[in-house]
Structures are given as structure tokens and as C-alpha cells.
Nanobody
Framework: QVQLVESGGGLVQTESSLRLSCVTS????????AGWFRQVPGKVREFVAA????????YYADSVKGRFTVSRDNAKNTVWLQMNSLKPEDTAVYYC???????????????????WGQGTQVTVSS
């Protein structure tokens, strides 16, 4: 079974950058599409970005397009979320998710994902 562990969160200032990592343990992560979501207490979980199994297809929420980049290295069992030009409204707990999916789809709804990490806190101060 594939397990997901996020890291890389922290407290940064506006316009700073952070890179989140999602490392998987288990076999055949290369068969999984991956996504990033975020959640603020009291609000619904929000889609951020997704990447297909090969890394050839990506999709972003409008709120992060042009600032965030999702990438992966299947040989390292790792998916990254590079976050640039961070804003206070990006403050949230960020979650990595994965779903067994061998096509170009980039799922963008949380119910489409089978596996979730524990989350990592990102706080952007103004």
C-alpha cells in the first residue's frame, strides 16, 4: 500500500517561496496521479494542483496559476509543489493525495483520490 508524507511547510513572508514535498512509500507510485489540496479551518478543502502519472499533464486552480508548479520524479517516489509569490491567502494546511490512474487525467476533486497524507502547515505573513 502506498503511503504519503508531506514536508516543507513553514512560516514565510509575503512574496516568498516554499517547496512542498510529498514522498511515497510503497510500490508503483508511478501508476498514480497526484494532487495537492489545501484547507483552512472552518472551510472546505480546496483543490490546488494535480499531475498525471507521468508528469506530462498538469492542472492548476485559477488562484495559484502562474505562481505554483507541480512536478514529480517517479524514480524518487516524490511529488513537489513549488510555491512562488506567496500571499497571505495561501495560508492553509496543504495535503498531498494520490489515485491509481494510468492516463492523462488530472483529478481535481477530493473524492477522486484514494490516498492522503497528513498535511503540512503553510503560513504566509503580511
Amino acid at each position: 500500500q502506498v503511503q504519503l508524507v508531506e514536508s516543507g511547510g513553514g512560516l514565510v513572508q509575503t512574496e516568498s517561496s516554499l517547496r512542498l514535498s510529498c514522498v511515497t512509500s510503497g510500490r508503483t507510485f508511478s501508476s498514480y496521479a497526484a494532487g495537492w489540496f489545501r484547507q483552512v479551518p472552518g472551510k472546505v478543502r480546496e483543490f490546488v494542483a494535480a499531475i498525471n502519472w507521468s508528469g506530462g499533464s498538469t492542472y492548476y486552480a485559477d488562484s495559484v496559476k502562474g505562481r505554483f508548479t507541480v512536478s514529480r520524479d517517479n524514480a524518487k517516489n516524490t511529488v513537489w509543489l513549488q510555491m512562488n509569490s506567496l500571499k497571505p491567502e495561501d495560508t492553509a494546511v496543504y495535503y498531498c493525495a494520490a489515485r491509481f490512474l494510468l492516463n492523462d487525467r488530472t483529478p481535481r476533486y477530493d473524492y477522486e483520490y484514494e490516498l492522503w497524507g497528513q498535511g503540512t502547515q503553510v503560513t504566509v505573513s503580511s
